[in-house]
Nanobody, 122 residues
Framework: QVQLVESGGGLVQAGGSLRLSCAAS????????TGWFRQAPGKEREFVAV???????FYADSVKGRFTISRDNAKNTVYLQMNSLKPEDTAVYYC????????????????WGQGTQVTVSS
């Protein structure tokens, strides 16, 4: 079992930056692919970024070049550095871990955090 706890959300102006953290307990992150997803009000949960067990990273087109996912194995924490934030980035951001066949498919992940709110004002 893996327990995931996100932190780092908040209110930021457009163009600003935030760094989200996802801390894992129970088992090490290195055994899992870890993804970030987000869900805006009235919309479906959507893929943002993933770091695979081997350390490869993939991003949604909407965040490519602005967001960076990374993993600190010593701290058992995965980060999402978000730069050049836009109002359309406003959502609850969730961390997920598992063995996804499709890393962009939320239903392929086994473990989820509770989410952290990110609000970007214009």
């Amino acid at each position: 079992q893996v327990q995931l706890v996100e932190s780092g959300g908040g209110l930021v102006q457009a163009g600003g930056s935030l760094r989200l953290s996802c801390a894992a307990s129970g088992r090490t992150f290195t055994g899992y692919a870890t993804g970030w997803f987000r869900q805006a009000p009235g919309k479906e949960r959507e893929f943002v970024a993933v770091i695979t067990r081997g350390g490869n990273t993939f991003y949604a087109d909407s965040v490519k070049g602005r967001f960076t996912i990374s993993r600190d194995n010593a701290k058992n924490t995965v980060y999402l550095q978000m730069n050049s934030l836009k109002p359309e980035d406003t959502a609850v951001y969730y961390c997920a871990a598992g063995f996804p066949i499709n890393t962009a498919q939320a239903t392929d992940y086994n473990y989820w955090g509770q989410g952290t709110q990110v609000t970007v004002s214009s």
